[in-house]
């Protein structure tokens, strides 16, 4: 068995091994204490038969009481110094994970919701893998070696007993329950999968089946799969469970052997006592090995899936994974010393501490090193461009894209097919087209999102790879497919696009996407929670937070919009791109995605993209002029519109 | 019994081993007490193996019955009762939430019942063997019950709530994630790995702050039950010093104090281990409540001998198809010679809103209806009435004279064919998928719809045609490609009436046009109540109704002229 995963986390955990070993030690400590307290208080008991004078007993006596406490004490520190520990981890974890994607800024568009929660679950599995195994069963293999050097000190054959009972309980049957774990898991897990598919077809789809009469059919079928995963169940509950029963066994098993043979070779009376009930307790704590064994092995391919993602930043780029604070582990160790300190510094000013867990939420993006508050200078991780957008970078950019070509899927269609542009500094150009022509994946080149298969975007004469990774997002920037909101407040979502920007500045960006209005309807005003994924804004409201965020980071060449009006009336998508395009100024080069064409006559050329390819090009009285895909588009639309106008208004 | 069993078992490998443990202290062995001792310890296993594994084949019975029941209910309540949260609150715990279920089961339970035996049968067998410890653990023992109701177990489950919450929290880690794309955008990808780093942290600082606490309670279980044992094995050993106690019974007080509390002990730590299936459990029994009034179809007057009508969409295989009242004249699919669907007096009331009100119209067979109106103003909630997914609060929708909730749902069912705003693909093959509402057609069928649906050229262009199974929820196929395979499925259907719920929203100019094609090919012929919220719809429609505000108005002519001739259209 490979054990690459472990050996990532255990890397990522060295700056903490002295919390991880602690803890350890006390978990030990505490099985210690229990094996100890029967141990002496046995002893306590034969010897006291003998009727020795009281004076002997009064140290057991003390040790029986002293052992009696330290026991739950050692416990709840052990738990207390293992969860900090494991969370300091987890910390370090989260941070190399989000650090790692963030490095790929091609790829990490690519992830599907579904595969970035997993992510999410698979990095709790780190603090799983330490507490629940790592922890516990170092110790349980620390408490068993001193057993047996113990037992070994009154009687090596009884050791020997010991040991081989401790191996048992604590390797061979480990192993044996995680090979039937993996087995069952094997065997379960795609019927689960497939359970879990049927109950989303039959709620989501319920209506579908509703109405297409298949619902009795859908049902049968997933009554049938419960039914079989069910039996599975049924039959492997016994084979797992057998590997319990036999841990009581070994234990009591064990313990007899050592009776046995310390009997055998004339050991002290009082010692058999101790030495039997010592090993039954031994036994029993190195058990627990069987437990964590189980959960290692559910545990195994979500740290797999962590440390493929890691194992490339680890080994290979690891100084431009990160900022240097970030890929410093020490220097968040040093503030975790004093928690209280980094508590401190930490906080935003502006938070409340009162709830944790709200405070957390609220204040994510205005814990930013570039706050408002904290105007431009005090801004070490984001100094570019932050107080003034267009900072050192010059104010016109001529951008080529010369005879790209992209295909997601070898085997696929091309996504573009050789599309050449020209972009003089301050163009107007609408992109249109069906849907799957490549407008979108036009933006995602323009951009750096995605890199050509061939050929290549240039600015000013170099080639978008060779641009500072810092220096693209100033020269070119805007709203894409993709774009996200925060669950943070509109203020900390606006701010994304430029951090030191006063209420002003936010005024002016959201007027322009015609948010504003929206702004001051609301009681807590710029401080308004986004939702997650902004799911306390309507769809238009979410759209104009976008745009607004989009004309607020004014990157200083390139301005790209993908859909900006999606899910606005026709009125308004009027007024909104408008405003946004006058936004935008003289000096800056609009390259505008849109699938409904009013408007487009104030744009200096229109594309229209069909397979990849361009199709057409011109300005739209010359595209309306001559017959094409753009001039019947553009009549239905016009006609449509004004008949469903006329109709409905 | 299995608690009896236990109980009894503990108490004899305690017995058995205090014997053989005196008789070694005196240097001899007790061949019979220590074959006494193996024994019980293999009956001890055996019974906690018997115990585990009925308890997990216990949970394996319960869940999939549960799992049946859960969506049963979907099935027999329809879709009106699955309100969006519901949806996938069902979906998640009729999937993987009930497998929480497993804690419950094999761990809580069990040991409930153990740590009523245990202690009691421990107390009995100590106040026969030395009154006065058994005393003292009769003293202390309640301790640990009172003083985890004390500390609460409720309260700790609750901050253990919140410590999965914390967890879920997580800093925001997965929003962050998500917005990756856009931080880079913005240039911000490098500089949030600071934040992220301290929103871990703070994470850990607020859970830390919970669990201090969360675990005081154990703590100072755990300290009850050594104590206990501190303070029972130091008198015990003073009075085998005076001679006033037996070896045999001293060890065999040592022996069994700890096992008088363990069960409790254990109790308390899987109860919360449990919390997550029992949650689990509220929420199946809570989602499984008879809901009030749920006015469903009438019960099907039986009269097995009625001729099923001659339809090419009769499916011989549907269960639920018994004959309804005895109507032949009705509902004759291609002729369209049905008669009228009239709404009289319909009004929809749901809990918080009114959706239509007094609603009164008339479809007559082969009308093409286009129904337009503001979001949300009750046009879907026409098209489901039709389908039997809402009933209405007063007033009665009739099919040639019949209500409709007297008339068999899944018969009636039969003569639609609907197109919603999103269908949803299951994860089958493409044909699985168009053939929904006919299983049994041929595959020739199916090709034919394909084409009628304008989706030849996709179909080909799929790895491996109409067996290419669908990925999660149709992923891999673009809105307008789903929309088409919803549209094949209406036309494999071969309903009389269709039912379009704005079938071209969300799709670009491009996608559009070939819906609307295909939407053209489906309607001809047909009666068709059409949802339009996209103007080029209109141009299909014989007449327009307008809903606003839950009231529907006739929209005078809508003869509406396209400025673009319609494409040639395939009757």
Known sequence: MRLRPERTVWRLARPYLGRLLG??????????????????????????????????????????????????????????????????????????????????????????????????????????????????????????????????????????????????????????????????????????GALAADAVDLTTGAADLAAFGATESALAGADARARELAALERRTAALGWAVDGLGVLVAGATSAAVLTVALRTGVSGILVGVLAVGTLAAVEAALALVGAARHWTRLRTGLTRVADLLASDLSGSNPSASTPSAADPSASDSSAADPSASDSSAADPSASDSSAADSSAADFLAADPGTPTDGPASTPGAEPGDGSPAGGIAPRWHCRIEEVSLRYRRSGPPALDGVSLDLPAGRRIAVVGPSGAGKSSLLAVLTGMVRPDRGRVVYDNVDLSDLPVDQLPRIVGGLLAEAHVFHATARENLLLGRAGANDDDLAGAAGAAGLLDWVRQQPAGWDTMAGEEGGQLSGGQRQRLLLARVLLAEPAGILVLDEPTEGLDPGAADAVLASATAHAGPDRTVVLVTHRLAGLDRYDEVVVLDQGRIADRGSHAELVGRPGWYRDQWLRQTGAERDYLAITG | MLGVTAAVLVIAQATTLATVLAEAAGGHLDRAALAGFLGSVAGRAALLWAQGTVAARAAATAKATLRADLLDAVGRRGPGWLSGQRTGQLATLAGRGLDALDAYFTGYLPQLVLSVTVPLAVLVRLFFADWSSALVIAVTLPLVPIFGALLGWQAQAATERQWRRLALLGGHFLDMLRGLPTLHLFGRASAQVTVVRRMADRHRQATMKTLRIAFLSALVLELVATLSVALV??????????????????????????????????????????????????????????????????????????????????????????????????LQPWSGRHDEIRFESVTVEYPRTTALRDVTLTIRPGERIAVVGPSGAGKSTLLHLLLGFVTPSSGRITVDGTDLAALDLARWRRQLAWVPQRAHLFGTSVADNIRLGAPNAPLAAVREAVRAADLTEVVADLPDGLDTRLGERGHGLSSGQRQRIAL???????????????????????????????????????????VAHRPTLLAEADRVLRVEDGRVTEQQSAAVEITTPPREVVG
């Open chain 2, 488 to 530: 094949a499925r209406a036309f494999l259907r071969g309903a009389p009436i269709v039912l379009l719920d704005e079938p071209t929203a969300r799709l670009d100019a491009g996608s559009e046009a070939a819906v609307l094609a295909a939407t053209r090919r489906l309607v001809a012929g047909r009666t068709a109540l059409l």
């Open chain 1, 23 to 192: 803890a350890g030690l006390l978990a030990a400590g505490t099985e210690l204490a229990g094996l100890a307290l029967l141990a002496t208080a046995t002893w306590l008991l034969v010897s006291a038969a003998g009727r020795p004078p009281l004076d002997t007993l009064t140290v057991a006596i003390v040790v029986v009481r002293a052992l009696a406490i330290s026991r739950g004490v050692l416990r709840y520190t052990e738990r207390l110094a293992g969860h900090d520990a494991a969370l300091r981890v987890v910390t370090e974890v989260r941070a190399r994970v989000f650090a790692a994607l963030a490095a790929r800024r091609t790829t990490a568009a690519r992830r599907s919701g579904d595969l970035l929660s997993r992510l999410v679950s698979d990095v709790e599995a780190v603090q799983d893998l330490l507490l629940r195994v790592l922890v516990p069963g170092a110790a349980a293999t620390l408490v068993g070696l001193l057993a047996v050097a113990g037992a070994s000190a009154v009687t090596p054959l009884a050791g020997l007993a010991l040991a081989g009972g401790l191996l048992l309980a604590g390797v061979a049957l480990p192993v044996l329950a995680a090979l039937l774990t993996r087995r069952t898991a094997d065997r379960v897990a795609p019927l689960r």
């Open chain 2, 233 to 330: 094995a130091v008198p015990v050993g003073l009075r085998l010093l005076g001679g006033g106690l037996a070896l045999e019974t001293a060890l065999l007080v040592l022996l069994l104090t700890p096992e008088a509390f363990l069960p409790l002990r254990a109790a308390g730590s899987q109860f919360h281990a449990s919390q997550e299936g029992l949650t689990a459990l509220d929420e199946a029994l809570t989602l499984l409540e008879p809901e009030p009034p749920a006015p469903t179809a009438a019960p099907p007057t039986a009269s097995t001998a009625a001729p099923p009508t001659a339809s090419t969409a009769a499916r011989p295989t549907a269960r639920t198809a018994v004959a309804l009242v005895d109507r032949e004249c009705d």
